[in-house]
C-alpha cells in the first residue's frame, strides 16, 4: 500500500471504500488522528488480519462503516463497544459468529445512547432478537440475512425513534409485538421468517409506514380496511406467499394512499374476484397477484389504471375471458405474465415496447400476427401449451434473432421454421418448438446463434440431413439438443463429438444410420461426473428479488433464469426446471444404428441415463459399463447384441432401470447380485440366457438325478432270496432292542445330571438346525429334477 503523509493531525473525513486494500496496515496510520477523526469508510475492502484494540482510542469517532471486508473473525470486537460518541455502525458482511444477545451487551451504556444506526446484516449471527430498549436513540436497526431464532421483540420494548427495522431473512419465530411502541417506523420489513399468527391491527396505527414487508411467513386470518385505513404514506406492500392468509376488502373502500409496488402473491383475494380497490390507485409499477385464487376476466378498466406499470404478474389463476388491444397501453418497456390462466380468444396485439410475455398455458387460438409488428424489445416470448396453429409470418426472419428465449412448444404450428437472418448479433439461448407439426429441414441459419444453451425440436415432422457443423463448435454452450420423433436422416453427424457443455442429447425416433461414433467420448460434460448448476441458467432476465435489498424494490435484471425441458426418462415425459443441470442422458433409440457399441461411451462417467434400444447394434455389451458408476436407466433392448451379460453391470449399484430384452444374449445372469431383482421383463427374448429371475434355468443348477444300478442275474436272486428276508429282520430286532436300552441309558443319565441335560439339548437344538438347511435344500433340487422330467 502507498505510504500516505500523517503530518495533518486535525483529519475528520476518511473514506477509502472499494479500493481493494488487501492489508490491514492501514490501521496504525488512523491511530494518528485519534482525536480529531469522526467519519470513517473502509468498507469493500479486504482487511485481513487481527482487528486492533486501538480503535477504541479513537473517541470522536461517530461513524464507522466496516462492511463487505474480512475484518473480523467471531463476534464483534469489544473496543468498538466503547466508543461512546459513536453514531453509525455498519457492520454488514463482514463475517462475523456468535449469539446476537451477548453480543449487543459489548456496547457501553453511553454508547446504547448514541447509537443510531446499527446495521449487521448478512453475517452469521445465531439466537433470538436481543432486548434492544436500551439503545433509545436507534433510529435504523438491519439484522435481516443472518441466522436468528427464537422470539420476536418483547412485548416491553419501546423504541419511539426507530424508524427502520429489518430483520428478515432469519428464522425467528412466535407472533407479532404490539407495533404501537415504535410509532415512527417508515419500513417495517420481517419476510421470510417463520412467524405465524394474526398480523396486528396495530400495525395501522403506523401513521408513517411507507413499506410493509411480511412475506414468506405462516401468517393466517383476515387483512382488511382496519390494517390499512391510517397509513397515508404507504408505498410498497408485500403479504406475499402466506397461503393461509386473506386478503379482503370492502369493494366501495377508497385507500388513503397510493403503492408504487404491490405483491400479494400465494395470498387468497376475497371473494375471488379481480380486486376492485386497484381501480383507486394510479401509481403502481409492479404489480403481482400470482397464485391469487382469482376466478375472474380482468376488467376493462385495468388496462388504463397505472401509465406506470413495468411488471404485470397475474399468473396461476383462473383468469378467463378474451383480452384487449393492448398496443397503447404501457408506457414504459414493460415485463408481462399471464400463463397458466383460461384466457382464450386471439392474441391481441401489445406494447412495442413489450420486454417479455409469457402467455404460456392457455387456451389462445388463431395466429402470431402480431409478431409481424414491431417487437425490437422482446426478448423472452413463450407462447407455449396453447391452441395456436398455421404458419409462423415471414416477418420473423428479421426479428428472431433479438429474442433470448422464444418458445411455442405444445401447439399446432405447421410449416416450416422461419430461416431467420442469424447474424453476429443473435441472441437465442433457447429454442422451443417441440410438440408441433413443423415440416421441412432445420434451417442452417441456426448456424449463427452460437449462444444456444436449448434446442428443442422434437416431437415434429422436420426431414432431411442434420446441417453439417450445426451441432458441432458453433454451440460450445448448449447444454440441451433434443430431435427427438422427426424424420432427420443419414449418418451419426460426428459434430455432435466437439459439444463440450452437451448434457442431454436425444435423437431418438428418427432415420439415422450407420455406427455410433466412438468420437463420443469427447463430450467433456458427461465425462465428469460433477454439474456446474442444478439448473440451466440463461441471462439477462428480470427478477425483483435481484433488485430487493435492505427493504428496498428496485425492478432490475439479472443473471439467472432457469430454463426448463420436457425429457423422456424411463419412458415417461417429465418437465424439469431446477434439476435440469443435473441431467445426463444419451437417447439414441429407434433409429437403425449398427455395428457395436462402442467401449469409448463408458468414458461418459457422468451419464445418468443411456438408451440405444430398437437400433441394429450387434456385437457384445461393452465389459467395462461399471465406469459408468451414476447410471441409473440402462435400455439395450431390441438389437441384436450376443455373448454374456457382463458381471460389471451388477456393481451399478445406482442402477434402478434395466432392460436388455429381445437380443441374442447367452449364457448366466451374473449370479448373486441385484440384476436378479429386476423383472424377467429386463430379460425376455433372449434364447440362450438362463438364471433368476428367468424361468429357464442355467445347468450348474439342475440337481443331479439319482442314478439307477443295474445288477446281474445272480446279484438280483442273492438280493431276493429266503437268506436275505431273514437277516433283514434279525437286523431290525436287533436294531430295536439297541435302540431301547440306549434310549433309557442316555434319557436317566439326563435325567440325573443338569449339566449333561442343558448340554444335550443345546446339541438336539443344532442338529435340528443342521437336519433343517440339509432337507431344505434336497428339496429344493429335487423340486427342480422333478419339474423338468
Known amino acids: 500500500m502507498m505510504m500516505m503523509n500523517s503530518s495533518r493531525s486535525s483529519l475528520a473525513t476518511l473514506d477509502l471504500s472499494e479500493n481493494v486494500l488487501s492489508s490491514s496496515s492501514i490501521y496504525p496510520w488512523l491511530f494518528n488522528f485519534s ?36 475484518a473480523f473473525q467471531g463476534g464483534i470486537p469489544r473496543s468498538l463497544g466503547k466508543l461512546t460518541g459513536l453514531k453509525s455502525l455498519i457492520l454488514a458482511n463482514t463475517n462475523l459468529t456468535g449469539e446476537l444477545p451477548s453480543q449487543m451487551h459489548i456496547f457501553s451504556s453511553s454508547t446504547k445512547n448514541s447509537l443510531e444506526h446499527l446495521d449487521l446484516s448478512f453475517n452469521w449471527f445465531s439466537g433470538s432478537l436481543p432486548y434492544i430498549s436500551k439503545f433509545t436513540s436507534l433510529i435504523s436497526l438491519l439484522v435481516h440475512n443472518n441466522q436468528l431464532n427464537g422470539f420476536f421483540l418483547g412485548s416491553s420494548v419501546v423504541l419511539s425513534n426507530l424508524s427502520v427495522l429489518d430483520a428478515s431473512n432469519n428464522q425467528l419465530t412466535g407472533t407479532l409485538p404490539d407495533f404501537s411502541f415504535f410509532p415512527s417506523l417508515r419500513k417495517l420489513c420481517l419476510g421470510h421468517n417463520l412467524f405465524n399468527g394474526t398480523v396486528t391491527p ?42 393461509q392468509l386473506k386478503f379482503e376488502l370492502d369493494t366501495k373502500w377508497i385507500p388513503p394512499f397510493q403503492l408504487d409496488i404491490i405483491i400479494l402473491s400465494h395470498v ?87 420486454n417479455l410475455l409469457d402467455l404460456s398455458k ?24 396453447n391452441l395456436l396453429s398455421g404458419e409462423l409470418g415471414s416477418c420473423l426472419k428479421d426479428t428472431l434473432n433479438s429474442f433470448t428465449i422464444f418458445n411455442l412448444a405444445n401447439n399446432n404450428f405447421s410449416g416450416n421454421i422461419p430461416t431467420a437472418k442469424f447474424g453476429k448479433f443473435c441472441f437465442l439461448e433457447a429454442l422451443h418448438l417441440r410438440n408441433n407439426s413443423f415440416t421441412g429441414e432445420i434451417p442452417t441459419s441456426l448456424l449463427n446463434c452460437t449462444r444456444l444453451k436449448i434446442l428443442d425440436l422434437g416431437v415434429n415432422k422436420l426431414s432431411g440431413k442434420l446441417p453439417n457443423g450445426v451441432m458441432g463448435v458453433n454451440f460450445p454452450d448448449l447444454v440441451l439438443l433434443s430431435l427427438r420423433s422427426n424424420e432427420v436422416h443419414g449418418t451419426f453427424p460426428l459434430d455432435l463429438c466437439f459439444m463440450s457443455s452437451l448434457q442431454i442429447l436425444d435423437l431418438s425416433l428418427n432415420k439415422l444410420y450407420g455406427p455410433i461414433p466412438k468420437c463420443l467420448q469427447n463430450l467433456t460434460a458427461l465425462t465428469t461426473e460433477d454439474s456446474p448448476s442444478t439448473n440451466v441458467k440463461l441471462n439477462n432476465f428480470f427478477s425483483l428479488e435481484g433488485g430487493k435489498k435492505d427493504c428496498k424494490y428496485q425492478p432490475c435484471f439479472r443473471n439467472g433464469y432457469s430454463d426448463s425441458a420436457v425429457i423422456t426418462w424411463k419412458g415417461i ?149 429266503p437268506l436275505n428276508e431273514f437277516l433283514s429282520m434279525g437286523f431290525y430286532i436287533c436294531k430295536t432292542l439297541g435302540f431301547i436300552f440306549g434310549f433309557w441309558g442316555v434319557i436317566g443319565t439326563l435325567v440325573l445330571n443338569t449339566t449333561c ?16 438347511i440339509k432337507l431344505t435344500v434336497k428339496k429344493a433340487r429335487l423340486g427342480r429334477l422333478f419339474s423338468k422330467i
Open 202 to 243: 396495530s400495525v395501522g396505527q403506523l401513521l408513517h409506514l411507507q413499506v410493509l414487508e411480511l412475506s414468506s411467513n405462516s401468517f393466517e386470518g383476515i387483512i382488511s380496511e382496519a390494517h390499512l385505513r391510517n397509513l397515508p404514506r404507504l408505498q410498497v406492500l408485500d403479504l406475499s406467499f402466506n397461503s
Open 268 to 354: 387468497k383475494i376475497g371473494g375471488s374476484l379481480f380486486p376492485k380497490w386497484l381501480q383507486t390507485q394510479h401509481n403502481f409499477y409492479l404489480l403481482d397477484l400470482y397464485c391469487a385464487e382469482i376466478l375472474d376476466i380482468i376488467p376493462t378498466w385495468f388496462w388504463d389504471t397505472s401509465p406506470r406499470l413495468i411488471l404485470l404478474n397475474l399468473s396461476s389463476n383462473h383468469i378467463y375471458g378474451v383480452l384487449p388491444n393492448l398496443s397503447s397501453k404501457f408506457g414504459y418497456p414493460p415485463i408481462i405474465d399471464l400463463s397458466s390462466n383460461n384466457l382464450s380468444g386471439q392474441l391481441p396485439n401489445f406494447s412495442p415496447t413489450t
Open 362 to 385: 392457455n387456451k389462445f387460438s388463431g395466429s402470431t400476427n402480431f409478431l409481424c409488428h414491431n417487437t425490437t424489445f422482446l426478448t423472452y416470448l413463450d407462447l407455449s401449451d
Open 757 to 772: 441335560r442343558h448340554k444335550f439339548s443345546r446339541s438336539i437344538n443344532k442338529l435340528e438346525d443342521w437336519l433343517y
Open 573 to 721: 415425459e417429465s418437465k424439469y426446471r431446477n434439476t435440469l443441470g443435473l441431467v445426463k442422458v444419451i437417447d439414441l433409440s429407434s433409429n437403425f444404428l449398427e455395428g457395436e457399441v462402442p467401449a469409448e461411451i463408458t468414458r461418459l462417467r457422468g451419464l445418468l441415463g443411456l438408451n440405444l434400444s430398437r437400433n441394429n447394434l450387434t456385437g457384445t455389451i461393452p465389459p467395462k459399463l461399471d465406469q459408468l458408476r451414476l447410471l441409473n436407466f440402462l435400455d439395450l433392448s431390441y438389437n441384436r447384441l450376443c455373448g454374456s451379460i457382463p458381471s460389471t453391470i451388477s456393481e451399478l449399484s445406482h442402477l434402478g432401470v434395466l432392460n436388455l430384452s429381445y437380443n441374442n444374449l447367452s449364457g448366466q445372469i451374473p449370479p448373486k447380485s441385484h440384476l436378479q431383482t429386476f423383472d424377467n421383463s429386463s430379460y425376455i427374448g433372449n434364447s440362450q440366457l438362463c438364471g433368476t429371475p428367468l424361468t429357464l434355468h442355467c445347468p450348474r443348477d439342475i440337481a443331479p438325478q439319482v442314478p439307477k444300478i443295474r445288477h446281474s442275474d445272480g446279484d438280483r436272486m442273492s438280493h431276493d432270496g
Open 35 to 70: 482525536n480529531s477523526l469522526r467519519y470513517i469508510d473502509l468498507s469493500a475492502n479486504n482487511l485481513e488480519g487481527p482487528f486492533p484494540d486501538d480503535f477504541k482510542n479513537i473517541t470522536s469517532l461517530e461513524h464507522l462503516d466496516l462492511s463487505y471486508t474480512n
